[in-house]
DNA sequence: GTCTATATTGCGATAGAC
DNA sequence: GTCTATCGCAATATAGAC
C-alpha cells in the first residue's frame, strides 16, 4: 500500500468505502484522505470521482468471466450446477464487495449499470439458463421447468444468503468453515426438494 | 396531491426519488420542487431530509407485519410456505419500492437499518424459520434440512426475481399476469427439486 | 402553515508551485 | 507525479416575513 502506487491504493480504499456506503456516500476529500493521498489524484489518474467508481466496478465485474470457463467444460448439467454454486459462494469470499456493487447496481443504478454491470450480470444468467435447458434435453431434469424462472431461483437462493448477511449474522454463522455443507444443502435443495416424500402428481 | 396535504406529497414522492438513487442520491431541494412544495416544509414537517427518510422506511417496512398473521393461521407447514411466496410476490406488487429500500439497507447500511429494516427482517425470517421446522417436526420435510438455510433459499428464491429484474426484463417477462404461474413453478421447485427423478441417497 | 431569502458548510474539480 | 490553495457551486438548514 505504501508502495509509492497512488493509483492502486486508491483504487483499493474506494473499493472499500463505496462497498460501504454506495457512490454518492463518500466523498472524494474523505477517500484520498483515507488512501493518503492527495485529492488531486483522483482526477489525474481518473478524472474524477465517477471515473475512480467505474474503475472499480470493472475490476470487481471481470470475475464473471469464470462463467464462460464453466460454459465450456465437458461435464453433465448437474455437475455445472454444483460448479456454478461452488463458484458463487467462493466468488462471495475472494470479493466480499462484489455483492455490494451488485445489487447497489440493480437497486439505485449509476449511469455505468448499462455499461458494466447489466452485461455481465445477463451473460451470466443466460449461461445458466443454457445449463438448465441442456438439463432437460437430455431428460435429466424434469420437463416442466421454466429455465429462465428456474435460473433465477437458483441464482436467488445463493446470492441471498450473503446478500441478508447483514441482517442474520446474529443468528446464522456465514463463516467460511461452513461453506462446504452449504453447497451440498442447497445443491440438495435445489435438485430434491424439502418434502419428504414425493408429490403425487407433477406441477 | 393537490389536496393541500403537503406532508403525505412529500412521504410520496420521496418514496418515489429514495428509492430510485437512494438517501443521498437525492437533493431536499428536488424533492420539494417535485412536491410542489416549499423546501422548508421538509424541516417543518419531518425535522430534515434523514427525517423524511425514516418516516418513508417506517411506512415500507410496516407491511412486514402480515408476516404474524401467515404465522398464526391454522395450517399445515406446506400451505404457510405457499401463503408466504404469494403474499411476497403480492407485496412487491403492492410496494414496488419497497425491495429498493430492502435491498438497499442491507448492502448500504444507514442509521435507520438497526431500528427499523433490520428488526422487520429478522422476525419475518424467524417466523419463517419456524415454519420449516415445524414440517420437520411433522415428518412432513425433511430432517436433513438445516432449517435457517432452507428458510433463507426460500426466501431469497422471491425476492431475488424482483431484484434482479432490471438486469432480466429485456428477456424475462414479471408483469404481474405471470404470477399464479410463478407461485406454482417455485412452489414445485421448493418442494420437489428439478430432478426428473429422486437421487437414490438423501444429503 | 407556507414562503423567500440567506447563512453556512461541504462538495468536486483544478490552477499552479514544486 | 504530487501537493496546496482556491474557485464555483450545490448541499442542508433556518430566520423571518406573511
Not at 9 to 38: D, M, Y
Not at 130 to 138: Q, R, S
Request: net charge negative.
Amino acid at each position: 500500500m505504501d508502495k509509492k502506487d497512488f493509483r492502486a491504493s486508491l483504487i483499493l480504499t474506494a473499493t472499500h468505502l463505496f462497498a460501504e456506503r454506495g457512490l454518492n456516500g463518500v466523498s472524494i476529500r474523505e477517500l484520498s484522505t483515507a488512501a493518503g493521498v492527495s485529492i488531486s489524484m483522483i482526477s489525474y489518474y481518473f478524472e474524477g470521482k465517477e471515473g475512480l467508481y467505474s474503475s472499480v466496478l470493472e475490476e470487481q465485474f471481470s470475475c464473471f468471466e469464470y462463467m464462460q470457463t464453466i460454459k465450456d467444460r465437458e461435464s453433465e448439467p448437474l455437475d455445472k450446477i454444483e460448479e456454478y454454486i461452488r463458484w458463487s459462494i467462493q466468488r462471495n469470499r475472494d470479493y466480499p464487495h462484489l455483492l455490494r456493487y451488485y445489487t447497489s447496481e440493480l437497486t439505485n443504478p449509476t449511469r455505468y449499470f448499462g455499461i458494466i454491470v447489466q452485461p455481465a450480470l445477463e451473460k451470466a444468467l443466460h449461461i445458466l439458463i443454457d445449463i438448465i435447458k441442456e438439463g432437460i434435453t437430455k431428460k435429466q431434469f424434469r420437463d416442466e421447468l421454466n429455465p429462465e424462472d428456474t435460473a433465477l431461483a437458483m441464482a436467488g437462493m445463493v446470492n441471498y444468503y450473503f446478500l441478508s448477511s447483514l441482517a442474520t449474522q446474529k443468528f446464522i454463522n456465514i463463516l467460511p468453515e461452513r461453506d462446504e455443507e452449504l453447497i451440498r444443502h442447497y445443491m440438495d435443495i435445489f435438485t430434491r426438494g424439502i418434502l419428504s416424500q414425493a408429490l403425487p402428481a407433477p406441477l
